[in-house]
């Protein structure tokens, strides 16, 4: 069963585009929702997380939009950038739960062109 | 700070061989946990360990397992390689008072043959 769904695959965005990538989960447990980026050889590095208490949080280009009710989060790059080529996980978690564990959605290949 | 350190960086065994992969948590962080990444199914949880204690465990077979030292390092060992097994291998440390704040290594690509 995956928990967090996350769309698109694969996105394709010019130079300066805003880029948005969404999840959605089900676990209403869930209550930390960070995004990962991941360039090729490299691990996931945390970018941005948000708790479900807001409903926006930005930082710098990036920005994280959160619905409780729909259980959906979305993550915005503004002023998309080559540089930004990457992988980008969504992931949810019980923070203080004893699952101790990320659960992630399945990752956007975001390619920006020049 | 040193991150997260992950040894070896690549890997090539033989179907049927036994490998052990080796994790270094950040300096302070107590719990480890693993993950394995493949293109098909992503990044699926296989285990987290706190203090030497295995604290959960994913729906991977009995021939993963793994175990944390006094030092908080952590080894994961898979026996019986099969094909599907190939994938990169991620470590991930944390304090461990909460379950967020995940530094991941650059991980162990794993290639069986």
């Known amino acids: 069963q995956q928990q967090v769904k996350q769309s698109p695959q694969s996105l394709i965005v010019q130079k300066g585009g805003i880029s948005i990538i969404n999840c959605a989960y089900e676990n209403t447990a869930f209550d930390y929702f960070p995004w990962y980026q991941q360039f090729p050889g490299k691990g996931p590095a945390l970018l941005i997380a948000?708790?479900?208490?807001?409903s926006e949080k930005k930082e710098g280009r990036f920005t994280i939009s959160f619905n409780k009710s729909a259980k959906q989060f979305s993550l915005h790059i503004m002023d998309s950038q080559p540089g930004d080529s990457a992988t980008y996980f969504c992931?949810?978690?019980?923070?203080?739960?004893?699952?101790?564990?990320?659960?992630f959605g399945k990752g956007t290949l975001l390619t920006v062109n020049p | 700070k040193a991150g997260v350190t992950q040894t070896p960086r690549y890997l090539i065994k033989t179907r049927g061989q036994q490998v052990t992969l080796s994790c270094s948590p950040i300096?302070?962080?107590?719990?480890v946990s693993w993950y394995q990444q493949t293109p098909g199914q992503g990044l699926q949880f296989l285990f987290e360990y706190f203090s030497e204690t295995q604290r959960n465990k994913g729906n991977f077979p009995g021939r993963f397992s793994g175990r944390q030292f006094s030092n908080s390092r952590s080894e994961m060992n898979v026996s019986t390689l099969e094909l599907g097994d190939s994938a990169l291998y991620l470590c991930?440390?944390?304090?461990?008072?909460?379950?967020?704040?995940?530094?991941f290594g650059s991980g162990t690509r794993l290639t069986v043959v």
């Open positions: 992931a949810a978690s019980n923070s203080g739960g004893s699952n101790y564990k990320l659960t």
């Open positions: 991930a440390s944390r304090t461990g008072g909460v379950n967020y704040g995940y530094t």
């Open positions: 948000i708790r479900p208490d807001v």
């Open positions: 300096s302070g962080h107590r719990s």
